[in-house]
């Protein structure tokens, strides 16, 4: 292990050096028009490359913008925007070494009276709680990796290989009759000897996929695979996705004590992920078969539910948001329900005409129009397939 850390940290090195001709050679490679992108850039990054949430108290960054954020930039083919990102999660969340440490997972102002986790003065900006979320690091990892390859930049292969393997010791434990499986964080969610609580759209197929095809010397990674999907499909007993659940051995998944089940505003992202899986993924058909109740819902009622008790299937009297829209939108295209994935997306925007979106439906917006517009897609390994390598979208 440390002869291969050693390769990796020169490795790393090398990749430093051709920094600054790499960064030229992606300024040369195409762009696709994607205003919803151009406005996430100019409304919610600072200028050093923090994700800005203004609808929380203390204008707080969580790791998890910062990993969409990075998606989203190199699905952009936005280099500039891409290392401003990276810089920033590695300099405020990592304590400055995303090798040595995985980005805790939310910064921001600090009330007063209290110090910041890496012991600046109190009352200032700092990290509110070091404890990282593994979503967020998936996403990083997985993106740093696509960015190697797309961009040919050792240097991100190589952290992202790191990250991940980093993932794979703090952020997984093996659980008895499901296997290897991803925890939501290293602290905090192991409820007993024998009982987890674990958070279903944390775990992407096609982001664990691909870090199974790129990390094969690693043979856990399939079994993060197999268990992300159970934890998906087995969690939704009327097919709406819990925002948490848990697992204890001998008795298989349970409804979370601590959020009674509800399907709310995490588990909105399992449907967007299940409709962006690509076509020949063994996962998918099984995963779009679950939810079908979720997409009657939302031909019956023209939008999907804010919330919804996941055990009885009983919606709340809310409906979701644009961005619960633009999240359903792929899963309806997926299920061949081409008008109604269209219906969603003209109730993204024009809801978005009457208010401006917040951070989070600015997210499930990217992700789910910009699928469904052609940006980005899925190969069926997981790999990311920009429309700036392929071809842009038609206007």
């Given at each position: 292990?440390?002869?291969?850390?050693?390769r990796?940290t020169?490795w790393?090195a090398?990749?430093a050096?051709?920094?600054?001709?790499l960064?030229?050679?992606?300024?040369?490679l195409p762009?696709c028009?994607w205003?919803?992108?151009?406005?996430?850039?100019?409304?919610?990054?600072?200028?050093?490359?923090?994700?800005i949430d203004?609808?929380?108290?203390?204008?707080?960054t969580?790791s998890?913008?910062?990993?969409?954020?990075?998606?989203?930039a190199?699905?952009?083919?936005?280099?500039a925007?891409?290392?401003?990102?990276?810089a920033?999660t590695?300099?405020n969340?990592?304590?400055?070494?995303?090798i040595?440490h995985?980005?805790a997972?939310i910064w921001g102002k600090?009330p007063p009276?209290?110090?910041a986790?890496?012991?600046k003065?109190?009352?200032?900006w700092?990290?509110?709680?070091p404890?990282?979320?593994?979503?967020?690091?998936?996403w990083i990892?997985?993106?740093?990796?696509?960015?190697?390859?797309?961009?040919?930049?050792?240097?991100?292969?190589?952290?992202?290989t790191?990250?991940?393997?980093?993932?794979?010791r703090?952020?997984?434990?093996?659980?008895?009759g499901?296997?290897?499986?991803?925890?939501p964080?290293?602290?905090?969610?192991?409820?007993g000897?024998?009982?987890?609580?674990?958070?279903?759209?944390y775990v992407?197929?096609?982001v664990?996929?691909?870090?199974a095809?790129?990390l094969?010397d690693?043979?856990?990674?399939?079994q993060?695979?197999?268990?992300?999907?159970?934890?998906?499909?087995?969690?939704?007993p009327?097919?709406?996705?819990?925002?948490?659940?848990?697992y204890?051995?001998?008795?298989g998944?349970?409804p979370d004590?601590?959020?009674?089940a509800?399907?709310a505003?995490?588990a909105?992202r399992?449907?967007?992920?299940?409709?962006?899986?690509?076509s020949?993924e063994?996962?998918?058909a099984?995963?779009?078969?679950?939810?079908?109740?979720?997409?009657?819902?939302?031909?019956?009622?023209?939008?999907?539910?804010?919330?919804?008790?996941a055990?009885t299937?009983?919606?709340?009297p809310?409906a979701?948001?644009?961005?619960?829209?633009a999240?359903?939108?792929?899963?309806?295209?997926a299920?061949?329900?081409?008008d109604?994935?269209?219906a969603?997306?003209?109730?993204?925007r024009e809801?978005?005409?009457?208010?401006?979106p917040g951070?989070?439906?600015q997210?499930?917006?990217?992700f789910?129009?910009?699928?469904?517009?052609g940006?980005?897609?899925?190969?069926?390994?997981?790999?990311?397939v920009?429309?700036?390598e392929?071809?842009?979208?038609a206007?």
């Open positions: 292990m440390r002869r291969t850390l050693t990796l020169r790393l090398a990749g050096l051709a920094c600054a001709s960064a030229a050679t992606a300024a040369t762009t028009k205003a919803d992108w151009e406005a996430f850039r100019l409304n919610l990054l600072s200028a050093d490359g923090r994700v203004a609808s929380t108290e203390t204008r707080a969580v998890e913008g910062q990993a969409y954020g990075l998606f989203f190199l699905a952009a083919n936005d280099r925007s891409f290392d401003k990102l990276l920033w590695e300099n969340l990592a304590q400055g070494d995303l040595a995985l980005p997972w600090l009276g209290k110090a986790s890496a012991g003065a109190t009352g200032g700092g990290v509110i709680d404890n990282p979320a593994s979503d967020a690091d998936l990892a997985y993106t740093l990796l696509e960015a190697g390859r797309l961009w040919q930049e050792r240097r991100f292969t190589a952290l992202g790191l990250m991940a393997r980093r993932i794979l703090e952020e997984t434990a093996l659980l008895p499901l296997g290897r499986t991803v925890l964080a290293p602290q905090g969610f192991r409820l000897e024998r009982r987890w609580r674990l958070n279903p759209s992407p197929i096609q664990m996929r691909r870090l095809a790129l094969p690693e043979p856990a990674w399939q993060l695979v197999a268990s992300s999907a159970r934890l998906a499909r087995d969690t939704a009327r097919g709406f996705s819990p925002d948490w659940a848990e204890e051995a001998g008795r998944f349970l004590a601590q959020t009674r509800e399907s505003y995490n909105i399992v449907y967007l992920w299940a409709g962006m899986l690509a020949d063994p996962e998918r099984a995963l779009l078969r679950t939810f079908t109740p979720l997409a009657d819902y939302v031909a019956a009622k023209g939008f999907p539910p804010e919330r919804v008790d055990q299937g009983q919606p709340g809310n979701g948001n644009g961005g619960f829209s999240a359903v939108a792929p899963y309806l295209a299920l061949g329900r081409a109604q994935a269209r969603q997306a003209r109730r993204t809801l978005a005409q009457r208010e401006p951070y989070y439906t997210v499930l917006t990217l789910g129009l910009g699928y469904l517009d940006q980005f897609r899925f190969a069926h390994d997981g790999a990311l920009p429309a700036w392929t071809g842009c979208p206007r």
